[in-house]
């Protein structure tokens, strides 16, 4: 009995780990290789959300196809995000976090005011359990977390193998001595925005069949993106794998012990007492800004 | 971040008698305001107002040291649930409480600043925001002692109904907080806070204790932090953790910038302007984000330097000297 719930949470811890990584990916390519604060990730990861749902539930096209679609679309965004969001306010904290604020608002009211708050879901990309001795997955977070692990370790080979990806870290790292090597920063910095955009889309879908669709269901994931980024070290993709596993261990295995509304505190407490221990994070180094 | 450290510079030009006889001349119309009109409204607007513009200024004075306080609403519901829980339960009076609740801010500020002082810049505004945020949840699984999500409702007023009198209350306290907040900018500390932001190498190769001096500015905002708090439960009754949550922190950076983080003045206009506009159009409720947002767009991509630059930059348009690149293009940090 006791093994089956450790097993269960331990299944569950993975399951965590996955969906955060999935919503942390674009957001740390962006926040932690190249030191854009991607304040509208998370209403990026909204639209993204909402255009599945639109194209698969109401135009009623497959699922997938939809999944594919989406991404596509989304992926125009980047190159708009690069050119005004990011360029005018390089290296600028207070002011690059202020525009992503202000752009988040103008799209989440618009989207309360024109959804008027009805729940929305977008059907399970899988359906059915799958049976292992006593326990059971459901296929539907298997999907999750292949997904999730497949993106992790393709965005870990698109920056540590290809050229594309040493030249964001190095842009990243220093932009004078990346732009004295020949390298076209606008261009580097917009692939990266639509890489972005694109993971960003992928986990809206995703995790909007999951855990349902809300104009602001976008908070939450910049929070969770914000919590695995900084424990993970910025600078470091591979950090937010290990950072996954520890706040999706702490949300799996929390509850075992507690229970109430105290779980939640406890689990910030602890990531800030990680902090306080190691402050550049578990991997990282110092920033920019 | 850096826009508030050179903000000496900017304040030796010119004399000092045109701001304080403007200074004079607004205080003196906000003095009047009750005398012709009584419409509770307007001084409740006003009342709130004030409050957020002694928050908002306090959030610069920390930003000013070069920290980034992402958490500091928190600080204003330390004191506010503090002063609201004794005066409630214990059944003290308001009096008490409300300095007691600003020194429980103080002290919190104080136990937590040191361990945060270890960390800099982005990791710095990434714990304090975890932190604002544990705070609301804490506070939220407080139970009946704190009333949970609904908030602590019946906390003992200050001193009654009326609005009038804390009308006055308010703009006392606010004025002189300001005036210290403005007396420890400009004095030796304030400059010690600057340096520290600027460089904390250079400051501590020079015998800066960077550590003090990064504790000593977040005590001095959370005091005043939890002084706004403190009064705000007294006077409005009901408290709820919304109104201490991140996206309070995230109003006073926009008050901040919209105003000028560079200038002392800057939070004050910022304030002054986006908690009224929003209330001049309460017809369109709904709307209101799009105000609010829409100020906050053209200011930070048409003024590097918020309102309170404003003058200096029709001026520099008018002079063809575009000295200020800020924000043009890409530059390194």
Redesign the interface.
């Known amino acids: 009995m006791t093994l089956t719930l450790f097993v269960g949470a331990i299944i569950n811890m993975l399951f965590l780990a996955s969906m955060y990584i999935l919503i942390a990916l674009g957001f740390a390519l962006l926040f932690s290789i190249m030191e854009l604060l991607h304040v509208a990730h998370g209403v990026i990861y909204m639209l993204g959300g909402y255009l599945c749902y639109s194209l698969s539930v109401t135009l009623g096209m497959n699922q997938w196809l939809s999944l594919v679609l989406t991404v596509g679309i989304i992926c125009c965004f980047g190159p708009v995000l690069e050119r005004f969001f990011f360029?005018?306010?390089?290296?600028?904290?207070?002011?690059t976090?202020?525009?992503g604020?202000?752009?988040s608002?103008?799209i989440?009211?618009t989207m309360a005011?024109s959804k008027s708050n009805e729940a929305q879901s977008l059907r399970a990309f899988a359906t059915g359990i799958l049976k292992m001795g006593p326990i059971s997955v459901s296929n539907e977070r298997l999907v999750t977390f292949l997904i999730g692990a497949l993106l992790l370790l393709a965005v870990m080979w698109l920056i540590h193998r290809t050229k594309v990806g040493l030249q964001m870290q190095a842009v990243g790292q220093d932009?004078?001595a990346s732009l004295l090597q020949g390298i076209n920063?606008?261009r580097i910095s917009a692939l990266a925005c639509v890489i972005a955009c694109g993971l960003a889309a992928v986990a809206g879908s995703l995790l909007g069949a999951y855990m349902g669709l809300g104009p602001f269901m976008g908070d939450f994931v910049f929070?969770k993106a914000?919590?695995l980024v900084?424990l993970g070290g910025?600078g470091s993709i591979g950090g937010i794998f290990v950072a996954g596993l520890v706040v999706g261990g702490i949300d799996a295995f929390l509850p075992l012990f507690i229970s109430?509304?105290?779980t939640?505190?406890l689990a910030?407490?602890i990531?800030?007492v990680v902090?306080?221990l190691r402050?550049?994070?578990f991997f990282?180094r110092?920033?920019?800004? | 971040m850096s826009d508030a450290v050179s903000s000496a510079r900017d304040e030796k030009k010119g004399s000092r008698l045109g701001p304080f006889a403007a200074v004079a001349l607004i205080v003196l119309v906000l003095a009047a305001i009750p005398l012709l009109t009584d419409s509770p409204y307007l001084l409740h607007v006003l009342n709130l107002t004030f409050l957020t513009i002694l928050a908002a200024v306090s959030f610069r004075t920390i930003i000013i040291s070069g920290q980034f306080p992402l958490g500091h609403a928190a600080f204003m519901g330390i004191g506010a649930y503090a002063s609201g829980m004794m005066a409630k339960w214990l059944g003290w009076s308001p009096w008490i409480t409300i300095p007691l609740g600003t020194l429980v801010a103080t002290a919190i500020g104080i136990v937590i600043g040191y361990p945060f002082s270890r960390l800099r810049a982005v990791y710095y505004a990434m714990v304090s925001l975890f932190f604002g945020i544990a705070v609301v949840q804490i506070i939220n699984a407080g139970g009946v002692l704190s009333g949970g999500y609904s908030g602590l409702t019946g906390i003992p007023p200050l001193m009654g109904f009326s609005k009038t009198p804390y009308y006055y209350l308010f703009l006392i306290v606010t004025l002189v907080s300001l005036l210290v907040l403005y007396r420890f900018e400009t004095c030796r500390v304030g400059t010690t806070w600057k340096a520290v932001a600027q460089s904390y190498l250079i400051a501590s190769s020079v015998g800066v204790n960077e550590a003090f001096y990064r504790v000593y500015a977040l005590a001095v905002g959370c005091f005043f932090a939890g002084l706004s708090g403190a009064l705000y439960a007294h006077y409005n009754f009901t408290i709820g953790t919304s109104s201490f949550d991140f996206v309070a922190t995230m109003m006073f950076l926009m008050y901040g910038v919209v105003g000028g983080m560079f200038s002392f003045a800057g939070p004050i206009v910022g304030t002054a302007l986006l908690v009224l506009a929003p209330e001049a159009a309460r017809g369109l409720k709904q709307y209101v984000p799009y105000i609010s947002a829409g100020i906050l767009l053209i200011v930070v991509y048409g003024m590097p330097r918020g309102l309170i630059g404003l003058p200096g930059m029709i001026k520099g348009l008018f002079a063809r000297r575009a000295k200020d690149g800020a924000g043009r293009a890409y530059h390194a940090s």
Do not use: C, H, N
């Not at chain 1, 360029?87 to 002011?95: G, N």
């Not at chain 1, 110092?286 to 800004?289: P, Y």
């Open positions: 360029r005018p306010f390089f290296r600028d904290f207070d002011r976090l202020l525009v604020i202000g752009i608002t103008i989440e009211t005011l932009l004078e920063i606008y929070q914000l919590v900084v910025i109430g509304s105290a939640s505190a910030i407490g990531i800030i902090l306080l402050p550049k994070g990282g110092e920033m920019g800004f």
